[in-house]
């Protein structure tokens, strides 16, 4: 492919996104080694883009390097209960100044207006404040953890009210009680509480790894909270991981619809996670994002996207968008996080207890990860259901993935008769049966 057919493919693949993100809210959380590893200038650039789309942006930021290495350079002692630093009255002081420091560094380079870029002279209006309440975390296994606190409230009217009128908030991981005391939070709980407290859509996490990997090394793409919950959680022994992941499931149970974990140091991380189809992260959603379910007409646009390319290379037949419309309650769809990625009809034939299965398309960035295979269970289990004795497919080009499937090529005269009356012998498909009894 061509640079400039690359460059309007992926456009236009992005462009769902860009409808769908506009308005909406998102809590982007990064610790203090992307200000450190001087990453954070990339990270200016994308979120210019995400604000200049319609997204509202709210940042938290962590501030641990920075601290570390001021508690070290004034020789006090750094002591820790459960991944938590313990806040006395001296690194309290420390941690006030490491986040004022970085709090200005921060504004001074998300208010650069992008300079030798196409965004040139848009800077971002930042703004920041006391919107997060805190109380003490109080004594945890008989260590008094001193000024060490917790969140006990997010101001979420003030944060929407400042982005409503067009900036940006940052938020530090510093809180405030009632009495005016300051007390040193996580910004991983900072940024989940946030992102709960103003009903954000997401949360972003910008860390040191790209998100889970499976025992292979492999990226997770997508997981859901029960799956950590049931299989992750207990696994993870080290303490600061298993605050960050519980942040998570208590993010996503708490109703922040997609929660991603992208690698702080790839340039433009966030724009490939969430306008790409297949990401570079890794997804976390209460529900599975993957739905196999009856189509609505409301589907005709994405299913005549997925069918319209086979049309045209002549692998399936044409149909115009009247006759989706009469026979759309004969089609099936995956549904993948709003995106109708797999499609597939059953014309049944109840005389003779058949079913043909038809117009099995599936988007070119979810093939070979088992959509068209789950497409094709879900209409064995429907014949099953229906006690037909078999399903058939006429195919041109494909007979190698039906065969794969458990199909056996057959001839014309196995077909009901009123199929055999349409067969189109200028086509002359290749035709394969497969026995139901194999999947009871």
């Known amino acids: 492919m061509n640079p400039s057919n690359e460059f309007v493919s992926w456009f236009r693949s992005a462009a769902p996104y860009i409808r769908t993100f506009s308005g909406q809210t998102f809590v982007i959380a990064f610790d203090g080694h992307m200000v450190e590893e001087g990453n954070f200038t990339d990270l200016t650039h994308d979120i210019n883009l995400l604000v200049s789309v319609g997204v509202k942006v709210v940042l938290v930021h962590g501030v641990r390097p920075q601290i570390e290495r001021a508690v070290k350079q004034q020789k006090l002692k750094s002591n820790f209960c459960e991944g938590i630093r313990i806040t006395d009255v001296e690194t309290l002081s420390v941690v006030k100044e490491a986040n004022g420091r970085l709090r200005l560094e921060i504004e001074a380079l998300l208010s650069m207006g992008l300079p030798n870029t196409p965004l040139v002279g848009s800077p971002i209006r930042v703004t920041s404040g006391n919107f997060v309440m805190a109380r003490p975390r109080g004594i945890i296994n008989?260590?008094?953890?001193?000024?060490?606190?917790?969140?006990?409230?997010?101001?979420?009217?003030?944060?929407?009210?400042?982005?409503?009128?067009?900036?940006?908030?940052?938020?530090?991981?510093?809180?405030?009680?009632?009495?005016?005391?300051?007390f040193n939070l996580t910004h991983e709980e900072v940024a989940t509480d946030v992102a709960i407290s103003i009903e954000a859509n997401k949360l972003i996490y910008l860390g040191e790894e790209s998100g889970l990997k499976d025992k292979k090394?492999?990226?997770?793409?997508e997981l859901t909270t029960s799956f950590i919950k049931k299989q992750l959680i207990n696994s993870i022994n080290e303490p600061a991981q298993k605050r960050i992941w519980r942040n998570l499931i208590k993010a996503s149970e708490n109703g922040v619809d997609r929660i991603h974990l992208v690698d702080r140091k790839i340039n433009g991380g966030i724009l490939l996670e969430l306008f790409t189809h297949e990401g570079i992260g890794t997804m976390l959603s209460r529900d599975p994002l993957e739905k196999i379910r009856a189509a609505t007409l409301e589907d005709?646009?994405?299913?005549?996207?997925?069918?319209?390319?086979?049309?045209?290379?002549?692998?399936?037949?044409?149909?115009?968008?009247?006759?989706?419309?009469?026979?759309?309650?004969?089609?099936?769809?995956?549904?993948?996080?709003?995106?109708?990625?797999?499609?597939?009809?059953?014309?049944?034939?109840?005389?003779?207890?058949?079913?043909?299965?038809?117009?099995?398309?599936?988007?070119?960035?979810?093939?070979?990860?088992?959509?068209?295979?789950?497409?094709?269970?879900?209409?064995?289990?429907?014949?099953?259901?229906?006690?037909?004795i078999d399903i058939f497919v006429l195919t041109t080009q494909s007979s190698?993935?039906?065969?794969?499937?458990?199909?056996?090529?057959?001839?014309?005269?196995?077909?009901?008769?009123?199929?055999?009356?349409?067969?189109?012998?200028?086509?002359?498909?290749?035709?394969?049966?497969?026995?139901?009894?194999?999947?009871?």
């Not at 008989?142 to 009217?157: N, P, T, W």
């Not at 400042?162 to 938020?171: H, P, Q």
């Not at 090394?217 to 793409?221: E, F, N, P, T, V």
């Open 142 to 182: 008989g260590v008094d953890m001193l000024y060490s606190g917790e969140v006990r409230k997010v101001r979420a009217d003030a944060i929407n009210r400042r982005l409503n009128d067009g900036e940006l908030v940052l938020v530090a991981p510093l809180g405030y009680s009632a009495t005016g005391e300051i």
């Open 217 to 221: 090394g492999a990226l997770i793409k």
């Open 300 to 388: 005709i646009g994405g299913i005549l996207s997925l069918i319209e390319p086979l049309e045209n290379q002549g692998v399936l037949v044409k149909r115009p968008r009247e006759t989706l419309e009469t026979e759309i309650d004969k089609f099936t769809v995956v549904e993948h996080d709003g995106l109708i990625v797999g499609c597939v009809a059953l014309n049944p034939f109840h005389k003779t207890k058949n079913g043909e299965l038809a117009c099995l398309a599936v988007h070119r960035d979810f093939q070979n990860t088992g959509v068209g295979e789950r497409l094709l269970k879900t209409i064995e289990t429907n014949c099953a259901s229906q006690m037909f």
């Open 400 to 440: 190698h993935w039906f065969m794969e499937n458990g199909f056996e090529k057959t001839t014309l005269s196995s077909l009901p008769a009123e199929k055999t009356k349409l067969y189109n012998y200028q086509r002359n498909s290749e035709i394969y049966v497969k026995t139901l009894k194999q999947t009871l």
